[in-house]
């Protein structure tokens, strides 16, 4: 997820809010250099849209099944971007995941859009050079494949072997 630092924005007139309008002058003021993403996830239930609007790193998600690991998002400041993982647990002790229209079984989306935070459009050339790109990739892990002692009840640790074994493939090993 692309960001800017919020020591970009000028905040003289007040704290920049998630609709571009501001806040009084001297409130809510961030600290320096902190990431502001400029993509919220949507998620919309019962024809409403909703989304995170506060000014952090943090998204809404459409399920609580669905969980941003732990260290995430990462800050990779080279790329100015907001980097987020989750992970998508058993389903419920009902046993019940969302059906398709030919009835099989599959995950709840994780959001149904993005939307673009408003921070003011002279930011967004400068800052991003002039591209604004959001990356998904999706992984299924078959926990099976990742070997003994792998438990795919900790979401985090079934992703830290599966970039293990990644590095493993790259270097050679």
């Given at each position: 997820?692309?960001?800017?630092l919020n ?33 919220k ?15 952090t ?20 400041r ?11 647990t ?7 995941l969302?059906k ?20 003011g ?22 926990t ?12 985090l ?9 990644a590095?493993?493939?790259?270097s050679?090993?």
């Open positions: 997820m692309p960001y800017i020591g970009d924005i000028d905040y003289s007139g007040g704290e920049v809010l998630l609709d571009g309008s501001t806040a009084q002058k001297g409130q809510a003021r961030r600290a320096e250099n902190e990431p502001m993403p400029l993509f996830f949507v998620v919309t239930k019962n024809g409403t849209d909703r989304f995170d609007e506060n000014l790193s943090g998204q809404l998600v459409h399920d609580e099944r669905w969980t941003l690991l732990s260290g995430y998002p990462l800050d990779d080279e790329n100015m971007e907001l980097v987020y993982v989750y992970a998508f058993e389903p419920d002790d009902s046993g019940t969302t398709t229209k030919k009835g099989d079984p599959t995950t709840v989306a994780l959001f149904d859009k993005i939307k673009l935070v408003n921070y459009g002279e930011f967004l050339g400068d800052n991003v050079g002039g591209r604004l790109e959001v990356n998904v990739e999706a992984l299924a892990i078959q099976e494949a990742l070997g003994d002692g792998v438990d795919a009840s900790e979401p640790r079934v992703w830290n072997t599966l970039l293990s074994q590095e493993s493939e790259v050679g090993e």
